[in-house]
Each structure stands twice: as structure tokens, then as C-alpha cells.
């Protein structure tokens, strides 16, 4: 039987939070946490998955699995409607990005069984194409409402740049490659995993009441998305000119105004860019939905460790479980691999 593979990343998104379904800019990067997906081609019409990090699940095409396996089967919907001859398949995945924890392991997952089940069926790589199939099967299949960026970002990356995306038509967003050249600066992105877990698809209030609350023009919702725009096009221009002090204070800035205006950030979040800016950070903030998952800081690569230790120690203080971190670069988009 035929098989072929891909792997897909995670994502960080630098700037830019919850301003993609807001017709706004994001500035994500791809990171080197990834999921590959190996697809082998059935005689059936069964569909097999199984996960390193989940229980595995089978039934047949068309059959809408509950948990986290109605992502795969979402992406083979959204793969069938987009008139690819999808076959029964068994499906296995591996990752090292932590579930629910804003590094979009979601749509890492999406994508790598869109490219593994592309390259199975011989069918050309439109990453656009397959990043929109990847949207669908989220948004539309599984039912979280989101706006579409992790899934380009997953898609359309490249080492040492970050993907600027304009989704003012959010039909057709505009991709641009900026180079994000961290070691070159001396710099690292310490990745702070919380502990803390949110789910986009839970429907109890949350990511969807603040999409809603936006797209009903509520002020302070309205307030963010307008000065994170903003920051995002003043750390692009920070970032060709060089001004990394500048992209820290944008960072902050960005993680107070998530907080205050729109209220997804959390007492954890909160504590490790506390932290992390105390311990001398150039800036922090939340990355991703919010509601727990990881926080970002800009710090210098010789006090990376300095400042993970100085969180730590914060924790401890505050009675909390110690926090998962990981220092990450810009790294390539999905692909298939042999």
C-alpha cells in the first residue's frame, strides 16, 4: 500500500493577536515544535487514526469523530469538497508542540495531513490552497472560530522570516515575508508554556465572546484591535530598522493591551511577563487565543536562562507549577518528507 509523510510546524505569533478574523495584521513565524502526519492509503473506505498523544480513533469517511480526531476528519472533508479523491486511510501523527498551548498544534496537525494526504495523492503543493482547506476544516467542521492566521503561518513560512499578513479581505489575506535575523542581533524568543489549557472550540464564552464582541463594535475590543494594528506596522518597521529595543516595548505594550482591552490573558500569563521583564527582557507578552496556554520574551541569547530561572522562581513564589520553556527560531513551513 502507498504511504508518504509531512510535517508541519507550530507557530508564534510575534504580534498581532486576534486581529485576523478583525480584517487586521499578524506577524506569526513558524517554530521548530512540529507534527508529522503518515498517511497510508486503504482498500476500504475506513479511516484509521491514531496519536502519540491521544486515543486513537476509527470509524469510516464522512463520519464526524468527536475530540480531537474531528480535526483530521475535517481536513479530509474539507479535502473532499475541494475535489481531491480522498481514499480510506490510516492516519498516524507524532508531536512535540504542546496541545492547547497557543502554538497552534492544531493547525500543525490540519496541515500535515493535508500535505502527507497531497503528497499521497500526487496532487501539487498550493500552499494557499491547502492552508484554506486547513481554515475550513477548523472553523467550519470542528467549529472554532478562528481567523485563518495559524494555518497560513503553518503553510507559508520560511526559516529566518516571519509571514506579515494583512487580512483586511479575508478572502484572499496578503503574505509577506519579513526577515526576523534574531542571532544576528544576539537575541532568542523564550517560549513559556503556562500549564494552563484553553480549547477555541468549547463554545463556553471565552475566544467565540470576544470575536463577538469585537464584530459588535464593543469599545474597548474595538480599542485593541485598532492600536495592535498599529504595533504590528511599528514592529515591522522597528524590526528593518534594527530597533529590537523597540520591538520589545511594542511586545509589552501589545500583551497590556490583550490584558486590560481585551481580557484574555490570565494570572499566569500576566506573572511571566512580569518576570521576564524584571529579569530583563527586552519585551513580553501572551502569544495565541489566550485564556492560558504560552507567553513570549525578547531576551538577550546570554540571559535566556537568567530570565527562564527568574520565571521559575516566580512560580515557586507564587505557589504555581513550574512552567515548560523553550527557546525557538523562525523555521521552515510544511513540507513533505521521505
Known amino acids: 500500500m502507498s504511504t508518504a509523510r509531512a510535517v508541519a510546524p507550530g507557530r508564534v505569533n510575534l504580534i498581532g493577536e486576534h486581529t485576523d478574523y478583525n ?16 498517511v497510508t492509503a486503504r482498500e476500504d473506505r475506513r479511516l484509521r487514526v491514531t496519536s502519540d498523544s491521544g486515543e486513537p480513533w476509527e470509524g469510516t469517511l464522512g463520519e464526524k469523530p468527536t475530540g480531537w480526531a474531528s480535526y483530521v476528519a475535517g481536513v479530509l472533508w474539507a479535502l473532499t469538497e475541494s475535489g481531491w479523491d480522498v481514499p480510506g486511510l490510516d492516519i498516524a501523527l507524532t508531536s512535540t ?19 502527507a494526504v497531497g503528497g499521497l495523492l500526487g496532487e501539487p503543493l498550493d500552499r494557499r490552497a491547502v492552508a484554506e482547506a486547513c481554515r475550513r476544516a477548523e472553523t467550519e467542521y ?50 513559556t508554556d503556562t500549564g ?39 514592529t515591522v518597521a522597528a524590526v528593518e530598522a534594527g530597533d ?41 507578552r501572551m502569544t495565541g487565543g489566550g485564556f492560558g496556554g504560552c507567553a513570549i520574551s525578547l531576551v538577550h541569547e546570554g540571559r535566556a536562562g ?9 512560580y515557586a513564589a507564587a505557589g504555581l507549577p513550574r512552567p515548560v520553556h523553550h527557546q525557538v527560531v523562525p523555521a521552515e513551513g510544511a513540507r513533505s518528507i521521505t
Do not use: K
Not at 97 to 115: D, F, K, Q, Y
Not at 163 to 177: E, G, Q, R, Y
Not at 257 to 283: I, M, N, P, Q
Open 23 to 38: 480584517r487586521g495584521l499578524c506577524l506569526p513565524f513558524a517554530i521548530p515544535l512540529a507534527t508529522t502526519a503518515t
Open 97 to 115: 508542540i504542546p496541545l492547547g498551548g497557543g502554538l497552534s498544534s492544531s493547525a500543525a496537525l490540519e496541515c500535515s495531513v493535508a500535505v
Open 142 to 191: 470542528v467549529g472554532a472560530p478562528t481567523g485563518g492566521v495559524d494555518q497560513l503561518a503553518s503553510m507559508l513560512a520560511t526559516p529566518g522570516h516571519g509571514v506579515l499578513i494583512d487580512f483586511a479581505d479575508p478572502t484572499a489575506p496578503v503574505a509577506t515575508n519579513v526577515p526576523l535575523d534574531l542571532a544576528a542581533a544576539g537575541l532568542t524568543i523564550l517560549v
Open 196 to 234: 494552563v489549557r484553553h480549547a477555541l472550540a468549547d463554545g463556553d464564552g471565552g475566544y467565540a465572546q470576544r470575536r463577538a464582541e469585537a464584530e459588535a463594535g464593543m469599545p474597548n475590543r474595538v480599542r485593541h484591535v485598532r492600536t495592535e494594528n498599529e504595533r504590528v506596522r511599528a
Open 244 to 284: 529590537w529595543t523597540g520591538v520589545g516595548t511594542l511586545l509589552t505594550a501589545s500583551h497590556v493591551s490583550l490584558r486590560d482591552d481585551y481580557e484574555v490573558s490570565v494570572r499566569e500569563l500576566d506573572l511571566t511577563v512580569e518576570a521576564a521583564l524584571e529579569a530583563g527582557a527586552l519585551g513580553a
Open 306 to 314: 537568567v530570565v527562564r530561572n527568574d520565571i521559575d522562581a516566580a
